[in-house]
């Protein structure tokens, strides 16, 4: 008999799992778009956004998700025909550079594969190669949410701060922005994007894009920006409709109002405490459970990985297996592997990733790894002893 009923556990790295608060804030009628009121929640969301991403600068809000807002960064930055440097880690990276490149743009890619973060150095040799420096911009995932490897943002700007290349630093925060620290200002990125569906807690369905003046002028000297993704209007409307465009998204800020409420009274500096020592519980049974099987943490150095999400692998078809029994058995939701380019598992069937991100707490996590040792038991699955004794030790430490 299952023990799956119940309220799920969606440990999935986006969408994730939604505070009642949220829900209750969108559980509403649909209100008149034309009322004061609304006008001054949004203008008043504005600022709070501006908080978690630790910028002085603008962002313009898109009713779209993350590839939404990697499509709206590039419209407004980068023109057909002009060159664009993208160093990868996983297949989010990919993601960014084929949408450049199917907008006009000539992509440059600094594969890293899928375990290690990017290489100042790699960049650094490429910008130097730029002689005539036709590249527009570096195209920097700060967490690929395929893969988890976290990349070091701050040390990307200190290469084009010192070899002088005048590319904009533009940083996807899709899976990072309100779980791992990110500083927009001081780390010096001038376009971040992000989604509302992971750190933000929201359904997916809006999409932000944050610049600095830096980026406003580029903006300013592009020949043409669709007027549906120029983030000018959006970024400083002259009326209300033009912050989406259009009909806003009512129900969407509601749930978004009512987050950023929560990130607010906790403090980002906590939010980002909470989730480094959730992610080191998962990465402590992680390592517990590599002592003896196959099961294996994609990113080796920790250093390195996410606090937001996990990958890992146990071969095929093993990942399957035990995603299917937490899932049926015990109601704990894992993700799928994305774009594994493993020979040996053409599916990705061996790999899955823990989603801990957001609306996450210890008791939370540590059911996490309690199902997962179940999971691995009932299956046959070998692998080492103490998981949930070592998670234990680092949420009580």
């Given amino acids: 008999m299952p023990l799956s009923n119940?309220?799920?556990?969606?440990?999935?790295?986006?969408p994730s799992m939604m505070p009642d608060r949220v829900l209750q804030a969108m559980h509403r009628?649909?209100?008149?778009?034309?009322?004061?009121?609304?006008?001054?929640?949004?203008?008043?969301?504005?600022?709070?956004?501006a908080y978690v991403a630790q910028t002085d600068g603008q962002v313009a809000m898109y009713i779209c998700n993350g590839h939404g807002a990697w499509e709206a960064a590039l419209s407004n930055t980068v023109a057909p025909g002009e060159a664009v440097l993208a160093p990868?880690?996983?297949?989010?990276?990919?993601?960014?550079?084929?949408?450049?490149?199917?907008?006009?743009?000539?992509?440059?890619?600094?594969?890293?594969?899928?375990?290690?973060?990017?290489?100042?150095?790699?960049?650094?040799?490429?910008?130097?190669?730029?002689?005539?420096q036709r590249i527009?911009?570096?195209?920097?995932?700060?967490?690929d949410t395929s893969?988890?490897?976290?990349?070091?943002?701050?040390?990307?700007?200190?290469?084009?701060?010192?070899?002088?290349h005048p590319a904009l630093l533009m940083v996807d925060c899709i899976a990072s922005l309100g779980c791992d620290e990110f500083r927009m200002d001081?780390?010096?990125?001038?376009?971040?994007?992000?989604?509302s569906q992971k750190g933000l807690m929201v359904p997916p369905g809006l999409g932000f894009v944050f610049f600095n003046a830096r980026a406003a002028e580029v903006r300013r000297a592009m020949p043409r920006v669709s007027r549906y993704w120029d983030w000018g209007p959006r970024a400083d409307p002259?009326?209300?409709?033009?912050?989406?465009?259009?009909?806003a998204p009512t129900h969407h800020l509601y749930g978004l109002r009512a987050a950023l409420d929560m990130i607010r009274e906790e403090g980002i500096e906590a939010v980002w405490a909470r989730h480094a020592r959730l992610a080191q519980a998962i990465w402590a049974a992680g390592e517990a459970w590599a002592a003896d099987g196959p099961f294996r943490l994609n990113v080796p150095d920790r250093a390195h990985r996410s606090h937001?999400?996990?990958?890992?692998?146990?071969?095929?078809?093993?990942?399957?297996?035990?995603?299917?029994?937490?899932?049926?058995?015990?109601?704990?939701?894992?993700?799928?592997?994305?774009?594994?380019?493993?020979?040996?598992?053409?599916?990705?069937?061996?790999?899955?990733r823990f989603g801990h991100m957001g609306h996450v707490n210890a008791h939370g996590i540590l059911g996490l790894i309690g199902t997962v040792e179940a999971g691995l038991t009932a299956l046959d699955i070998p692998h080492g002893a103490g998981a949930v004794e070592a998670a234990v030790k680092v949420v009580t430490e």
């Avoid at 880690?89 to 440059?108: D, N, P, Y």
């Avoid at 527009?136 to 967490?143: G, P, Q, S, T």
């Avoid at 490897?149 to 701060?161: F, H, N, Y």
């Avoid at 999400?309 to 899932?327: I, K, M, N, S």
Wanted: with cysteine; net charge negative; hydrophobic share 45%.
């Fill in 6 to 14: 119940g309220r799920p556990h969606m440990a999935l790295p986006g």
């Fill in 29 to 49: 009628p649909a209100p008149d778009i034309y009322s004061p009121e609304l006008h001054q929640m949004v203008a008043g969301i504005v600022p709070d956004l």
């Fill in 88 to 132: 990868t880690t996983g297949a989010f990276g990919h993601g960014w550079a084929e949408m450049a490149q199917g907008l006009g743009a000539e992509v440059e890619i600094i594969d890293h594969g899928r375990t290690a973060p990017i290489d100042p150095e790699r960049v650094r040799a490429a910008l130097l190669a730029d002689k005539g």
């Fill in 136 to 143: 527009k911009a570096v195209l920097a995932v700060h967490v």
């Fill in 147 to 164: 893969s988890s490897v976290r990349s070091d943002i701050a040390a990307l700007r200190a290469v084009l701060d010192e070899t002088g």
């Fill in 186 to 195: 001081a780390w010096g990125a001038d376009v971040m994007v992000t989604g």
């Fill in 238 to 247: 002259a009326m209300f409709y033009q912050y989406f465009g259009g009909t």
């Fill in 308 to 352: 937001a999400v996990t990958a890992a692998q146990l071969g095929a078809p093993l990942g399957d297996r035990l995603r299917e029994w937490c899932r049926e058995e015990a109601g704990l939701v894992l993700g799928v592997g994305l774009r594994v380019g493993d020979p040996d598992d053409p599916t990705g069937s061996g790999y899955f």
